[in-house]
């Protein structure tokens, strides 16, 4: 036995230890941040992602492309993740966190080389982004929820760079107006939930076309050619149940013996539609959305009745329905009563491209609105809902926190000043991680510079005089290239956008860096038919991007 090697894992199995497993794992994240550094800033590039089914998107918005570029690397993935929690999050900085996250693991990378040990750097970079977020509520400003033009340049700011750029100025306006027709005040803060803001997208038109409708608009048409195209005054009914024979919960079998006891059994049949659809009528209801179905013969009755009826509405637009136009959900058409109807000022059928869509329109104080968004191409229109969706997330998160900062690099410059002159006072080695961690956030500006064909070091020098003579504010106008005052310029970013990326960064490196050990399991592929050796692959689980 004596020399034999000990197999603990199984055959084809990789490992990648110490300095190895963690050069592997930096050098992917490092790659999935350089993928996307390009569209970065109002001067960023457009990626073109093509499927395995040839489907295209055209965009820069960071975490589409992570989302719909196919990663198998493991540590790679952790890099996605940073972008979908920035996402879901704050809706906005996507980017900023990807490119921050892969710059902290190349400046590590050169501690390492020095010999410092990976959780010694882990160490000094959370003792630095604890200080940075310090700093960033330090030279935040704060926002008064009535200044309704910061909360556009907020948004102008969001979606400079993006397709919705074209039209800025007038679809900021239409963000902040449905941000705060959804907000709710709760123990004194406004918080408006998003989801209550529907994006209903057609292609046709052009970006100017795009508009706010104070209602809903559900993609879907009256079920009979016979009920009215408009109704106003409306009285709205929301039934989840379906207007429906229902059937026998047990198999039941019914014994006819003549034929007079047929036609008693349809009279029957359709007397309980009949019912149903008087129950309706008599409720004052003058137009119904249900969330099931409507039989053929109570969809004749309600057209005789002069009823709109819309059938099959999905769960979530049966929701916002209900905050927009104050009507109750009900479930027990036995129960209908006139104090669960809401109230429309009008409910039509309109042709929008070459649908019939139903808008509801005029409701009294909707907490629930649309936002009808036109373009020439599909491309162009799903591009637009991106950068509204990151507008509309940023109003909401400014007006909730109240605390913004100037954008165009000016907050990264200022930490990575402030940062050096704390890690001058720390002792141990720790100083080194958190000197890197300052030299780190200037990726930003650089990025911004190099993406506007700008020099970076230039800007960088000119950037770091402006801050140190106390201008907090300067930033980078990639327009022309000057460092000027960001806030004067209206360029705003929410306060949590940045320490959402900060956090994100720090947390996802810091693990990355504290992996000396990847056990990769060996993986199936091509091959493997009867009788043959299957093909391990080269990597061994462990893939390429």
């Known amino acids: 036995m004596q020399g034999q090697p000990i197999l603990i894992l199984k055959e084809g199995t990789e490992r990648r230890r110490g300095r190895d497993a963690q050069s592997v794992n930096i050098t992917a994240a490092k790659i999935v941040a350089e993928s996307v550094r390009t569209t970065l800033g109002p001067r960023g590039m457009d990626k073109m992602l093509v499927d395995s089914l040839g489907d295209v998107v055209i965009t820069n918005d960071g975490v589409t492309i992570l989302k719909e570029m196919d990663i198998e690397h493991p540590a790679a993935k952790m890099i996605v993740e940073v972008a979908k929690t920035q996402d879901d999050e704050v809706g906005d900085g996507t980017t900023t966190a990807v490119v921050i996250t892969g710059e902290l693991l190349k400046k590590a990378e050169e501690l390492l080389e020095q010999d410092v040990h990976p959780t010694v750097v882990a160490k000094g970079y959370r003792m630095a982004a604890k200080k940075a977020k310090e700093i960033l509520s330090d030279i935040a400003i704060e926002l008064d929820k009535e200044n309704t033009d910061v909360l556009k340049k907020v948004a102008i700011t969001a979606m400079t760079g993006k397709g919705a750029e074209v039209a800025k100025e007038k679809l900021a306006e239409l963000v902040v107006k449905a941000v705060s027709m959804v907000a709710d005040e709760v123990n004194g803060e406004l918080e408006a939930e998003i989801d209550y803001i529907k994006i209903e997208k057609k292609e046709g038109g052009s970006i100017d076309d795009t508009e706010l409708i104070e209602g809903i608009v559900i993609d879907k048409e009256r079920v009979h050619p016979g009920m009215p195209k408009k109704v106003e005054n409306a009285k709205i009914a929301l039934i989840n149940s379906a207007i429906e024979i229902k059937e026998t919960e047990t198999d039941a079998k019914i014994q006819i013996t003549d034929p007079n006891q047929l036609m008693d059994f349809l009279k029957q049949e ?47 637009d049966m929701e916002k329905l209900a905050r927009a136009c104050g009507a109750k959900i009900i479930t027990n058409l036995e129960e209908i009563n006139p104090e669960d109807l809401g109230e429309a000022a009008v409910v039509e059928e309109k042709k929008i491209g070459d649908e019939e869509m139903t808008f509801v329109t005029g409701c009294k104080d909707p907490k629930a609105v649309t936002l009808m968004v036109r373009g020439g191409t599909e491309h162009v229109v799903d591009e637009l809902e991106r950068g509204l969706n990151d507008a509309l997330h940023v109003v909401a998160v400014a007006l909730k ?32 991680a958190a000197e890197k961690f300052a030299e780190a956030l200037e990726v930003v500006p650089k990025t911004l510079a190099e993406n506007a064909g700008l020099d970076p070091i230039d800007t960088l020098v000119e950037l770091r005089a402006q801050h140190e003579q106390g201008n907090k504010y300067a930033g980078l106008d990639v327009e022309t290239g000057d460092v000027i005052d960001m806030y004067e310029r209206g360029v705003v970013e929410p306060w949590r956008v940045k320490t959402q990326a900060l956090e994100s960064a720090t947390e996802s490196s810091v693990m990355i860096l504290r992996i000396d050990d990847v056990i990769a399991a060996s993986k199936l592929s091509k091959g493997g038919g009867e009788g043959e050796m299957p093909d391990m692959g080269g990597m061994g689980g462990m893939p390429p991007m």
């Open 401 to 432: 926190d109240r605390k913004i900062v100037a954008g165009g690099g000016a907050p990264e410059i200022e930490l990575s000043l402030r940062l050096r002159e704390f890690a001058a006072g720390l002792k141990g080695r720790e100083q080194l």
């Open 270 to 316: 359709e007397n309980m539609l009949k019912d149903m659809v008087n129950k309706i009528a008599e409720s004052g209801a003058n137009v119904i959305f249900c969330q099931k179905g409507i039989d053929d013969l109570a969809q004749h009755y309600l057209a005789k009745a002069g009823i709109y009826a819309v059938r099959r509405v999905k769960k979530s």
